[in-house]
């Protein structure tokens, strides 16, 4: 085990090694283990964090900032460090967990990361410590999106979803893959609106819903990035429903397409109107003498 090679990745060098050499013990290897040094560590990560998030985001209230920390200190991103570190190599574990694997388990190796941090500390003190955990978290923190890390795949997808007014996604179980004790997931997730279909795995129901999630909300804004949300004009036929006769709208039929029936002349029949005089005579004696006089006539006879 090169020692000299952890300490130049970590960009420390321990005064003594033998708090180094403790926090790569694994309670399975021996009595001299790192679990108080981990819980050192974590406490020492948790306020050099939040020290680093307060001077970087000013806007940030205390809510989001609380969020944003315990995503960067929780197992994954420690697991991820470690990764990078090559951890793995430098782990000092039982027979039993080296057969099953345990210098590949996230929480080992997320454990061991915090334990470095404590024994560091108690090496140099807290800036020692500071400098570490600092140069370590440099590029995440340059990468990392405050207002919406910490929120997983799918209240993200909700969100977006919801803010574009869309029904939400459905989850279902495609398949189960595995041994009982270490059963796969596969999960399919649909956006019926945009025509999503997609599918994520996992080592469990919530993990495999996650990776679908996350797929679903880049499948959708790279589609909603080429096709902008909206309406677009379509032709339609009106159906006239009393006659039972569908007819296209004018306003849809190109210019070339639609016709004015000729317009055709009638002529009406030449009808003589003439009246003779005698006919105008006759017209003129026409009895126009009023109601009235006629009962008064009436009542005297």
Known sequence: MNEQLLQKRLGYQ???????????????????HNERLEFLGDSILNCVVASILFAAFHSIDEGDLSRVRANLVKQQSLFEIAQK?????FLRLGEGELKSGGFRRPSILADTLEALFGAIYLDAGFDAAHAVIRSLYAPILQTIDPTTLGKDAKTLLQEFLQSKKIALPLYNVVA????AHSQEFEIECLVPKLDIQVF?????????????????????LALLAKTPVGRKAKPRTAQM?????????????PNEIVKTPP??????????????????????EVDVTPPSTHKAQSKSA
């Open 263 to 284: 317009v055709e002349t009638v002529v009406a029949p030449v009808v003589d109107v003439s009246v003779s005089k005698s006919e105008q005579q006759l017209s003129l």
């Open 14 to 32: 321990f005064k003594d090694v033998a708090l180094l050499q403790q926090a790569l013990t694994h309670r399975s290897h021996s009595i001299s």
């Open 176 to 179: 189960t893959h595995g041994a």
């Open 241 to 253: 429903k009393l006659a039972g006769i569908a007819t296209v709208q004018a306003s849809s039929v």
């Open 200 to 220: 994520g795995a996992g080592g469990s129901r919530r993990a495999g819903e996650q990776a679908a999630a996350k797929l679903a909300l880049e499948t959708a």
């Open 85 to 89: 570190l090559e951890l793995s190599q």
